[in-house]
Every structure is written in structure tokens, then in C-alpha cells.
């Protein structure tokens, strides 16, 4: 019977990883070539069956901020099943024994970019934010500021790299950049340029990276990939600085990673409707081990907790635990047959990780249950960062 011998997936090698380069041509309909220049970085795993590779992915061992401090995290990109394959639940499989190697070496959390929402909800996956990119008429961004008060300085250097690592741990989910982030997104975005803002004498209060491309029409634009702001008067000169290309560039577009999740250019702007939004499929985050991701992030100084909460699957009765933040510090403790107040499926449990719920409303209304008391207690202790994921991969 076709399709009735295993799957099994194993550790690519160069062989191997061709056929998979040659099988996402199908897969996405184009050919990846990031997925060449991020073998180097990640752990890289086909899917093989009857001597054929039918699917893969690639797995980064890249720590995420989440609550102000770096939590081992597995990072899924280029992952894909042959056409032909697909509709034997055998995306499950791949997914799991990608994300075994690196389990193994800690990662508590994981992240991937996917279209198939509903699927990943159904595995335990949450989309924790809303994405969209933004394109606005660069004359609309003109004489937002002028930023005379900042030394704009073109390139970037040590300083800055740092300076994006403490701005990246205000928010739920940013990379704690690799070495090598630099050197792949110049291979990814030829000619992209880097700027820096600083009052003098000051590090870096903005940090901005741009290139430029054609649109549908054949016409130029210009396109942020990174917006970095440490406070209002940076993001205005920022987007001042960008206004400054109107006599050569008519469009800006924001792309799906460079803003955060907050109505930063619309507030800026003179006329409603100047900038318009184009929503993308979401970034999604999976909790491998709930009790490590609790104790590896970072929590309020000032929040004291003890709550008692289950989590649950479709397929497994509630697993009751103790939720306690003290200090700054927490733990997730299994507590066998002892009662709960709230009840959270590994869905709702990573939405509520990464900061993605900000009322109890929405909590209830997602189907998280429990007393709108005890559910605004669980809130609160991430709802002090956003979640927001700037690298797309």
C-alpha cells in the first residue's frame, strides 16, 4: 500500500539536505535559500521514507527574552512536507523529533513562523500577537521631527549590538541575538544600511536598519527591517529621519518584524488613514517544559503569588500544580490530586507566557477557565512586557 512504510527522521547530511533543498521548491512553491545560509547555525533534520526525504526543517538553538531575561528556546525554520506526503498527520512526528535535540540540550520554549495557525493551536502552539507590516507615503513622515538634538551616525558597532540586546528585553520574545545574526541578515538583505541615534555623549537611543526595493509598480521604496526606539523623542527623530527620503523614495513600508505591537506610527501621523496594514500569519510559541520555562524567566520584583492552576490537553486530564512568584524569582510545582482555580490548556498556558493576554476578558473569552479574580492574579504577572517577536526566520 503506497505510503504505508515509516517515516523516520534523522540527522541530515549533505546528501540528504540537497534532496530537502530541492523538495521546498515544491513545498513553498519557491525555492528557500535561506535555508543555506542558516544550515550552519541549527540543528538539520529530514524526513525520510522508502529511501526518499519527504520532508525537514531546521531547529536554532537561540535563547528568547521573556520577561527580561533569556530563555532557552528552540527556534523552527524551513520546516515542510512534500506535497505528495501531506494528510497523514506526519507534520506531528517532524515536529517532535526536531525539537528532541534540543530539549536534550535545555530549550524550554519554542518559536516558529507558520501559516497552518489552526493546526499549531490544536498541537499546543499560540500566536500571542497580532502581525502586520505597514506602508505609509514617505511624504507623510516628513517634518515628524527633525532630530537636531541627535548624532545620526551610519553603520553600527559593538555599542549598538548591545544597546539592541537591553532594548530586546523589554519585550516577550525577541532573540538574544547570536554572533552570527549580523552576517546572515546582510546575506539575506543585501545593501541593507544601519544607522544609529544617540544624544551626544549618550549610547544609542534609536537603532535603525533599512534597504531598498521596488514595489508592484516598478516604483522605489524604502524598507525597515529594524526600529529600535528607547524612548519617544528617538522613535520621532527615527521616523523624521525616514520622512527625509521623500524627494527620491515614495513609499516606506514597515515590514512584518520592524515595528512593535503598538500604534507607534499611527500616532504620528497627521492624516487617518495614511498608513495602511497588511496582516501576516503570526509567529507562534509552544511551552516544552513548562515548570523550566517558569523558573528560567523573569517575573515583577514586586509581585508575590501563590496560586494554585492545572493545565490540560484535549487527550489528558488537568495536571494540578502550585504557581509561586516571589522576588522576582518562580516555580512551577506538580502537586498530584490537590484542587486548582484556574484551568489552562498548553495553548492558553504559552498565550499567558509570553504576555499575550492583557484582561481577564480576554483570558475568559479565549477559554481559559476560572474566577475573574484569580485569572486577573495570573495576568498580571506578565502583562509588564508585550509580546513581540522582531526576527523572522
Known amino acids: 500500500m503506497p505510503g504505508s512504510t515509516p517515516m523516520v527522521v534523522v540527522e541530515a547530511d549533505d546528501a540528504s539536505w540537497q534532496e530537502y533543498q530541492d523538495l521546498t521548491g515544491r513545498a513553498y512553491g519557491h525555492q528557500v535559500e535561506d535555508v543555506t545560509r542558516l544550515r550552519p547555525h541549527a540543528d538539520a533534520r529530514v524526513a525520510v521514507r522508502d529511501g526518499r526525504v519527504i520532508g525537514g526543517g531546521l531547529a536554532l538553538a537561540v535563547p528568547q527574552f521573556f520577561g527580561g531575561r533569556p530563555v532557552p528556546a528552540a527556534c523552527l525554520a524551513g520546516g515542510c512536507i512534500a506535497p505528495e506526503a501531506r494528510g497523514a498527520r506526519l507534520w506531528s512526528t517532524l515536529l517532535d ?9 535545555g530549550a524550554v520554549v519554542a518559536t516558529a513562523w507558520t501559516a497552518s495557525t489552526g493546526y499549531g493551536h ?4 499560540a500566536a500571542p500577537a497580532q502581525v502586520s507590516s505597514w506602508t505609509v507615503p514617505t511624504g507623510a513622515l516628513r517634518g515628524i521631527a527633525d532630530g537636531a538634538r541627535f548624532d545620526i551616525v551610519h553603520g553600527t558597532d559593538d555599542q ?8 530586546a528585553g523589554d519585550w516577550n520574545g525577541p532573540w538574544q541575538r547570536p554572533s552570527w545574526w549580523q552576517a546572515w541578515q546582510q546575506a539575506e538583505h543585501p545593501g541593507m544600511t544601519h544607522y544609529r541615534f544617540a ?17 508592484r509598480d516598478g516604483d522605489r521604496r524604502l524598507i525597515v527591517h529594524d526600529f529600535w526606539a528607547a524612548s519617544a523623542e ?6 523624521g529621519f525616514l520622512g527625509s527620503h521623500h524627494s527620491r ?3 516606506v513600508m514597515f515590514q512584518r518584524t520592524a515595528l512593535p505591537p503598538v500604534p507607534l506610527l499611527q500616532n504620528h501621523l497627521r492624516r487617518a488613514g495614511a498608513a495602511s496594514a497588511t496582516s501576516w500569519h503570526p509567529w507562534m ?11 528560567r524567566r523573569g517575573w515583577p520584583e514586586d509581585l508575590d503569588l501563590t496560586l494554585p492552576l492545572a493545565l490540560h490537553d484535549d487527550d489528558s486530564p488537568p495536571a494540578p500544580f502550585l504557581l509561586q512568584i516571589t522576588a522576582g524569582t518562580a516555580d512551577l510545582t506538580p502537586r498530584p490530586g490537590a484542587g486548582h482555580e484556574l484551568v489552562l490548556t498548553s495553548r492558553q498556558f504559552a498565550h499567558w507566557y509570553a504576555g499575550g493576554y492583557r484582561t481577564p476578558a480576554a483570558a475568559l473569552l479565549d477559554g481559559v477557565h476560572g474566577e475573574v479574580r484569580a485569572i486577573a492574579q495570573l495576568i498580571r504577572a506578565t502583562t509588564c512586557r508585550e509580546p513581540w517577536m522582531p526576527e523572522y526566520f
Open 97 to 105: 523529533e526536531r525539537l528532541r535535540p534540543l530539549r536534550e540540550q
Open 122 to 125: 490544536r498541537m499546543g502552539w
Open 160 to 167: 549598538a549590538c548591545k544597546q539592541q540586546q537591553v532594548l
Open 199 to 215: 544624544l551626544p555623549g549618550r549610547t544609542p537611543d534609536g537603532l535603525l536598519a533599512i534597504a531598498f526595493d521596488r514595489d
Open 234 to 239: 528617538a522613535a520621532t527623530a527615527m521616523l
Open 249 to 251: 523614495i515614495p513609499t
Open 285 to 295: 510559541l509552544r511551552i516544552l517544559d513548562p515548570a523550566g520555562a517558569v523558573r
